[in-house]
């Protein structure tokens, strides 16, 4: 069948008889010899495995973003380009440091050294992008790289002198080199497991056809959740379908108010597109994980997963958003209350893909609010995740009400009784204070290592005793541009 190609540093590489869910790190680190890109978790925390890949369907034209290479499965590459710290160099002697290497080495930022070559492909997409305008952008940029040397001032310090810079440098070069649209593939080995097959079809009826053919199969889009069924628990997949060939899933459209996300929007693309006008959104995906994640991760990833802590869904389901699922014979809305069936169990049927998200932004007088609750604000699951809207007619009485909660159920769920609670009643304090007594009984939440029951039952009603204050200064509140979490404990002056 296809071989998988994509170009490493400027050089074409063919790949053969290799397992399709062999990942990106290893096939570096292996038949290709670059062992400048280090593995540490492999599960996407620790930002050692990070290089940087040739996104040609990223608004606004072809980026460079810094993923995780220890997540990637190598035909996820194919027809890309990828860039990994040993391709940086331009010439031979210290003289050849790219101005990304050079400022890290002036800041002092490399201690150990061991998340060096990590941190450096991370500062290579800060060097390439254009809109690093706030100081949150540069942590956001940077937060994916662990450095146990506690090495961040100088590390910091190195990317704000090179954001931005744009240098004439190689993969300036390959930004601006002639590219094909994203080329279609069907790739099949044999192995000691049995065979495995990676379709990237680039049209529906394509897709549709495959489908059939391999009943078992799975999708994937930015692998940050399945490559993880292969790094850790070792999961040989019989098919697996990548999405990433149908360009109208990348698609994210605004007429007026209305919406319209595809499904293989990458995060990072909502987050900047939400920044200002829908800042509920943006201030969920602020601390939805590290910027390589959000580089690969997916709309309908995170929202065909499934999970109850899937921190999208709670958004969507406030917004009362409307998921288009699209099989051969057409389209089918389901409204978002109504796509999480189960745990980890959706409405899309056999043969059926999530195709986009369709919403109406809230108007400017919306109360509207998202919150994520977890051990650690950087990079960490939510214990509790709730997305708050009330709207308020010129008397002060709450016309409508949606509070939306992750982590309480075993899906993403509305508090109905705490609704039913603020309905006709007057916005205030007081009106809060019954929704949050009313929240105990709409979930049963259950204990694990997050959290117990009861902290999670407390801190939903918190969260809605909270709410009231977050939204008193501004209806809409965007995170400010400085070290916070989603919490911001009261009224800001």
């Not at 389209?331 to 189960?342: L, N, S």
């Not at 159920?409 to 705490?418: G, H, L, S």
Request: charged share 20%; aromatic share 6%; hydrophobic share 40%.
């Amino acid at each position: 069948m296809d071989c998988v190609t994509f170009h490493v540093n400027g050089r074409k590489t063919t790949v053969r008889d290799v397992s399709p869910t062999t990942t990106l790190l290893q096939y570096l680190r292996g038949p290709l010899h670059l062992a400048g890109t280090k593995e540490g978790c492999a599960e996407g925390d620790c930002g050692a495995c990070t290089v940087v890949v040739l996104d040609a369907e990223a608004p606004g034209g072809p980026r460079w973003r810094a993923v995780n290479s220890c997540l990637l499965l190598v035909p996820l590459l194919h027809g890309t380009h990828v860039f990994t710290v040993e391709g940086l160099r331009s010439g031979p002697g210290d003289e050849g440091l790219h101005p990304v290497q050079r400022a890290l080495v002036d800041a002092l930022g490399s201690q150990c050294g061991y998340c060096t070559p990590g941190v450096v492909m991370s500062m290579v997409e800060a060097c390439h992008r254009t809109d690093l305008d706030a100081g949150w952008k540069l942590d956001d940029q940077m937060c994916g790289n662990l450095c146990r040397c506690t090495g961040y001032r100088p590390i910091r310090e190195a990317t704000s002198s090179i954001a931005g810079l744009c240098p004439d440098d190689r993969l300036r070069a390959a930004l601006s080199g002639k590219r094909d649209a994203q080329p279609s593939l069907d790739y099949a080995t044999d192995g000691l497991r049995g065979s495995q097959r990676f379709c990237i079809p680039t049209d529906w009826d394509t897709l549709f056809d495959v489908l059939e053919r391999h009943p078992s199969h799975r999708f994937i889009q930015g692998a940050t959740d399945l490559g993880l069924d292969v790094t850790k628990h070792g999961r040989h997949f019989d098919a697996l379908v990548s999405l990433q060939g149908l360009s109208e899933l990348r698609r994210l459209d605004t007429n007026g108010s209305r919406w319209s996300v595809g499904a293989g929007v990458k995060l990072a693309d909502l987050e900047d597109a939400t920044d200002h006008a829908v800042p509920p959104l943006s201030r969920m995906l602020r601390f939805f994980g590290s910027r390589q994640i959000k580089n690969s991760a997916t709309v309908g990833g995170n929202l065909c997963n499934a999970s109850p802590i899937g921190d999208l869904a709670p958004v969507f389901l406030a917004l009362d958003a409307t998921f288009v699922a699209r099989g051969r014979g057409g389209e089918r809305r389901v409204a978002a209350e109504h796509f999480f069936t189960g745990y980890r169990e959706t409405a899309l049927q056999p043969g059926e893909v999530l195709a986009r998200v369709e919403f109406e932004a809230p108007p400017p007088t919306a109360r509207f609010a998202s919150y994520k609750v977890s051990k650690r604000r950087e990079m960490d699951i939510s214990a509790v995740s709730a997305a708050l809207r009330v709207h308020v007619d010129d008397r002060g009485t709450i016309t409508s009400a949606c509070f939306a909660f992750g982590g309480m159920a075993a899906t993403p769920a509305r508090a109905r009784a705490a609704e039913a609670a603020a309905l006709g009643q007057t916005w205030s304090e007081q009106t809060l204070e019954a929704c949050a007594a009313a929240i105990g009984s709409d979930f049963t939440p259950l204990t694990d290592h997050r959290g117990s029951a009861w902290y999670r039952s407390t801190l939903a009603a918190n969260l809605l005793r909270g709410f009231y204050a977050d939204v008193a200064d501004e209806p809409m509140p965007r995170l400010p541009d400085r070290p916070t979490g989603t919490l911001l404990g009261g009224p800001r002056a």
